[in-house]
């Protein structure tokens, strides 16, 4: 004789479903609040704005980091301090801590053979305690090589074309790339007050016609320059594959830290990767407050632009760290940070 017994899970099929209509729904607003902020953060941005902001909750771990960073750039082999998330087993968590870049990891043994003191795993300030990650960094290698867009007329470096922005004095058209692509550290100076680029570089086409004149650039605290073009009327402001920039933003932390971002270099072409550290200073290369990505690149890319998803520009590529434990992890010098010392801005 044939029952109405209830199928199994029947009573319970439709609040768990409810549940997960409401998690998709939430998750649904946070995507679309992200967007929003962010999106508010190059509408609100000027070349003198911040180039990095701290979450107001997380100001603590700001003001810890600014009293034991030079405590802790003083550790044999130490070349960058800044914030980060703890890595546990070989993933990044998202439990915030300070991170710390080393040229290369040694045991305790090889520490006291040189009488070299060993990192700590934690600093106490203020009654907090603070874990410290340490990484792996080797030294920064800056991408510059063969077969890219952009070089000096009078050498055999090259790198890449980052984007096209507005002189903030002259209100004419300019390139922006790295510096080091130039062979020199600061233009203008006693000894160069500009150099000459072409497009494709000489390395591509040996007869390539100049295509633009870097009239200022620095290796000071940035790695970048800007370029006055021949023809301002010959740029394009789309990032093939991606489409139009949507302005700039400054970076915030921890609200950036794990965030998809894109690159597009001249021999890699269009890459994907996320963040991993919003700030990181690099002492022992002179650069301030650069973005490390975890993003795969080539030399040539260098100069090459970083935009977050809704295409907001984030920063320029500098290099790579050589000893990263095989982590692509790429240095960029944040978008605001160079637009504010040369001078430029997004039209």
Not at 61 to 76: D, H, I
Request: net charge positive.
């Amino acid at each position: 004789m044939a029952t109405n017994r209830p199928k199994e899970n029947e009573g319970i099929k439709r609040p768990r479903v409810a549940r997960l209509t409401a998690s998709a729904a939430r998750l649904n607003r946070a995507v679309r609040e992200g967007d929003i902020a962010r999106a508010e953060l190059a509408l609100r941005s000027h070349p003198d704005s911040p180039h990095h902001i701290v979450d107001p909750s997380l100001a603590w771990l700001e003001g810890a980091l600014e009293k034991v960073r030079p405590s802790l750039l003083s550790y044999e082999g130490v070349v960058g301090v800044g914030l980060g998330f703890r890595a546990s087993k070989g993933t990044q968590t998202r439990e915030p801590c300070i991170t710390v870049f080393v040229k290369k990891k040694v045991s305790q043994d090889q520490l006291s053979k040189k009488r070299h003191r060993a990192l700590p795993k934690f600093k106490r300030i203020d009654r907090r305690t603070i874990k410290i990650d340490v990484v792996q960094f080797g030294e920064l290698q800056p991408h510059a090589g063969i077969g890219d867009d952009i070089g000096p007329m009078t050498s055999r470096l090259a790198g890449t074309i980052g984007l096209f922005a507005r002189d903030t004095l002259s209100n004419v058209t300019v390139a922006i790339t790295a510096m080091h692509v130039s062979g020199v550290r600061e233009v203008p100076s006693p000894v160069v007050t500009s150099i000459d680029f072409s497009t494709p570089s000489r390395l591509t086409n040996g007869s390539s016609p100049l295509f633009a004149r870097l009239i200022r650039g620095t290796m000071s605290q940035i790695d970048a320059a800007k370029l006055e073009l021949l023809n301002p009327h010959s740029t394009g402001g789309l990032i093939p594959g991606l489409g139009p920039i949507a302005g700039w933003r400054p970076l915030t932390y921890p609200g950036d830290m794990q965030t998809t971002v894109f690159m597009f270099g001249a021999v890699s072409g269009l890459t994907q990767g996320f963040i991993t550290n919003t700030s990181m200073d690099l002492l022992s290369d002179n650069l301030k407050s650069t973005i490390i990505v975890n993003i795969p690149s080539e030399p040539g890319d260098s100069g090459a632009v970083l935009v977050d998803s809704q295409r907001f520009v984030l920063g320029f590529l500098v290099g790579e760290g050589n000893a990263a434990l095989g982590r692509n992890l790429r240095i960029f010098c944040p978008a605001g940070l160079v637009f504010g010392m040369l001078g430029c801005d997004i039209p």
